[in-house]
């Protein structure tokens, strides 16, 4: 119930293409759901975040949307760009305990 | 503003021996959290605390340990090192208790275990 499900392991996008990633999760006590991206040597870094009051948040090209009928959200970049390739994780946090839980990542290569 | 500052940013360990990672938050961040990233995965949460106290811990061995100091700095041990430790280990910190909200992450540092 602890486990958040993320799809695809890996993808390639051509450069203006839309990328999308999807996550999914058990447990309806999750309150908050953000999106982390990871370049190599470097922590994950904070992208958009959304909580299940609301369907979709855009932030630029980043755009979650959020089905909580189905327990399912995804991230979408549109107008992909090769500075965009890097690991993105899902996540997802209930507000009474003090930790994320990280869905497995997704190699994203964006080619030119 | 320095970010959240991590050391040492690699180091080599053998089995069995002990190991101290050590964070400084994001200035007036006064929560910090700890996560194991192996490799190919998501990070996994390992401590959270806040204010010197501890508020949340993973499904890790008693062999982790973990404290906060007054300046708010933290420390991770790790006893009898394991093969299976070898990680990146992630620190996060926070302005306050809700650890989870506004994350920001240092780079980590990566343990391997001989």
């Known amino acids: 119930q602890q486990q958040v499900k993320q799809s695809p392991q890996s993808l390639i996008v051509q450069k203006g293409g839309i990328s999308i990633i999807n996550c999914a999760y058990e447990?309806?006590?999750?309150?908050?759901f953000p999106w982390y991206q990871q370049f190599p040597g470097k922590g994950p870094a904070l992208l958009i975040a959304i909580r299940p009051d609301v369907s979709e948040k855009k932030e630029g090209r980043f755009t979650i949307s959020f089905n909580k009928s189905a327990k399912q959200f995804s991230l979408h970049i549109m107008d992909s760009q090769p500075g965009d390739s890097a690991t993105y994780f899902c996540?997802?946090?209930?507000?009474?305990?003090?930790?994320?839980?990280f869905g497995t990542g997704t190699l994203l290569a964006v080619q030119p | 503003d320095a970010g959240v500052t991590q050391s040492p940013t690699h180091l080599i360990k053998t089995r069995g021996q002990h190991v101290t990672l050590r964070c400084s938050p994001i200035?007036?961040?006064?929560?910090v959290s700890w996560y194991q990233q192996v490799l190919g995965q998501g990070p996994q949460f390992i401590f959270q605390y806040y204010e010197k106290e501890e508020r949340g811990r993973g499904n890790f061995p008693d062999r982790f340990s973990a404290r906060q100091f007054p300046n708010y700095s933290s420390e991770l041990n790790v006893n009898a090192l394991l093969l299976g430790d070898s990680a990146l280990y992630l620190c996060?910190?926070?302005?306050?208790?809700?650890?989870?909200?506004?994350?920001?992450f240092g780079s980590g540092t990566r343990l391997t275990v001989v």
């Open positions: 447990n309806t006590a999750f309150d908050y």
């Open positions: 200035s007036g961040h006064k929560s």
């Open positions: 996060a910190s926070s302005k306050n208790g809700q650890g989870h909200y506004g994350y920001t």
């Open positions: 996540a997802a946090a209930e507000g009474a305990t003090n930790k994320l839980i």
